[in-house]
C-alpha cells in the first residue's frame, strides 16, 4: 500500500517534464518514440518531501485500519533507497557505456570522430534525455550501492589520443558532461617520443583532464596495445600471446609470457599513480578482449572494473570483468539510433 501510495503522489507532485524528443532519439525498428520515460524534475529534496508525506498518510490509514480490525495491521515491506529513488522507478533499465577513441578531422580513420559530431553527438544526448554519469556514480551502481538516472551514460574515450585533450575536454566542460580517458600509458613518459602517428597524452595533459574535475583517467597497457605473432603465426594482442624470442630461437614460456603481462599492468598503474589516479580501479582490455589469464592478473594488481568492447547495457549485480561497451558511431544520429535501440528492447 505505501508503495501505491508513494507512486501516486509522485505522479501529482513529480510531474515529468514536457518532453518532445527530437527525431534522432526515436527508437529506430517501431520508428516511435522510445519505450523509456524522460527522467522526472523530481531533485532529493521534494522527493523527500513526497516521502515524508507519504509516510503521513500511510500511517493515518493503517491506524484506521487498526481501529476497524482491532488488530494490528502488518508492517509496510521495506524498499531498498535505491530501486526507489531512481534504478527501476523511472524506467532506468541500466547504463550505456559509450566507446569513442580519437577526435580529430574526418579523414583520420574509422575510429575518430570529428570535434563537430562529438558536439553534435553531445547536444543530441542532452536533448534526448541521456544523463552522463562519472565513475565512482558507476561503480557504486554496479555495485547495488546506489541509483542512476533513467537512461545513464558513461563516456569513454580509449587509448589516450592527445585530441581527447584538446578536443573533447573543452566540450565536457561546456556541456558539464563527465567522461573517462583509457589511456596507453607509456605515452605519459617523456622519452617514447617523437610518435610515429596520432599522439597520445602527456602526463601534463592527463594531470589538465584531472584537474577539470571532469575526467578520470583509467588504464588500457602500459605498452600492451598492439597486435604480436604468437605459436602457429597467428597475431593476437600483446598481453594474451606468448611471443617469439628471436635470439632464442623460441616462443615464451608460460611463466615469462605472465611476467610479462604482469610487468606492463604494474608499469601502467604506477603511471597512473604518477599523474594523480589514487588508486586506479578501471581497465579496458587492449581490442577489448577479455581473457581469463589477463583477468587473473588485473585483478591481483588491483584493478576491479573491466571493459569489454561487447555491446550491451550494464546492471547492478554483474560480473565486473566483463562490462559492456556500446561503440559510438561516427555520426550523432547513429550513436542515437543505437541507444535508443538498447533501451528501448532492454
Ligand atoms: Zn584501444
Given at each position: 500500500m505505501a508503495k501505491k501510495n508513494l507512486y501516486f503522489l509522485q505522479i501529482h507532485f513529480c510531474k515529468r517534464p514536457a518532453f518532445r524528443p527530437a527525431?534522432?532519439?526515436?527508437?529506430?525498428?517501431?520508428?516511435?518514440?522510445?519505450a523509456v520515460m524522460p527522467p522526472s524534475r523530481c531533485d532529493d529534496a521534494s522527493f523527500l518531501a513526497v516521502k515524508i508525506i507519504t509516510v503521513i498518510f500511510t500511517g493515518a490509514f493503517l491506524l484506521v485500519l487498526f481501529l476497524l480490525c482491532t488488530r494490528e495491521p502488518a508492517p509496510a515491506p521495506s524498499q531498498p533507497a535505491v530501486g526507489r529513488t531512481v534504478y527501476g522507478g523511472y524506467g532506468g533499465q541500466g547504463v550505456a557505456v559509450l566507446l569513442f577513441h580519437a577526435v580529430g578531422g574526418?579523414?583520420?580513420?574509422?575510429?575518430t570522430i570529428s570535434p563537430e559530431d562529438l558536439e553534435a553527438t553531445f547536444q543530441l544526448l542532452k536533448d534526448c534525455g541521456y544523463v552522463p554519469i562519472d565513475l565512482n556514480r558507476f561503480h557504486d551502481f554496479l555495485e547495488g550501492k546506489a541509483g542512476v538516472p533513467a537512461r545513464a551514460v558513461l563516456l569513454t574515450f580509449d587509448d589516450g589520443y592527445r585530441d581527447v585533450y584538446e578536443y573533447a575536454l573543452p566540450l565536457t566542460e561546456k556541456y558539464r558532461f563527465p567522461a573517462v580517458a583509457f589511456a596507453v600509458?607509456?605515452?605519459?613518459?617523456?622519452?617514447?617520443?617523437?610518435?610515429?602517428s596520432r599522439s597520445h597524452l602527456s602526463a601534463g595533459e592527463a594531470k589538465e583532464l584531472l584537474v577539470s574535475g571532469l575526467w578520470q583517467i583509467a588504464g588500457h597497457s602500459y605498452e600492451g596495445h598492439r597486435l604480436a605473432a604468437g605459436p602457429g603465426g597467428v597475431y593476437r594482442p600483446y598481453l594474451l600471446t606468448r611471443t617469439w624470442k628471436p635470439a632464442e630461437n623460441r616462443f615464451e614460456s608460460e611463466a615469462e609470457y605472465k611476467a610479462r603481462v604482469w610487468s606492463d599492468i604494474v608499469l601502467d598503474r604506477a603511471a597512473l599513480k604518477r599523474i594523480g589516479v589514487a588508486e586506479p580501479l578501471d581497465f579496458a582490455y587492449p581490442y577489448g578482449a577479455p581473457d581469463p589469464g589477463l583477468i587473473q592478473i588485473l585483478k591481483e594488481a588491483g584493478y576491479v572494473y573491466l571493459y569489454t568492447n561487447e555491446p550491451g547495457l550494464n546492471k547492478p549485480g554483474?560480473?565486473?570483468?566483463?562490462i559492456f561497451r556500446i561503440t559510438a558511431g561516427r555520426h550523432p544520429h547513429e550513436t542515437m539510433a543505437l541507444l535508443a535501440w538498447y533501451f528501448s528492447s532492454n
Open positions: 527525431p534522432a532519439c526515436f527508437d529506430p525498428v517501431t520508428r516511435r518514440e522510445p574526418a579523414s583520420a580513420g574509422p575510429d600509458t607509456k605515452w605519459f613518459d617523456p622519452y617514447p617520443r617523437p610518435e610515429a554483474q560480473d565486473p570483468s566483463r
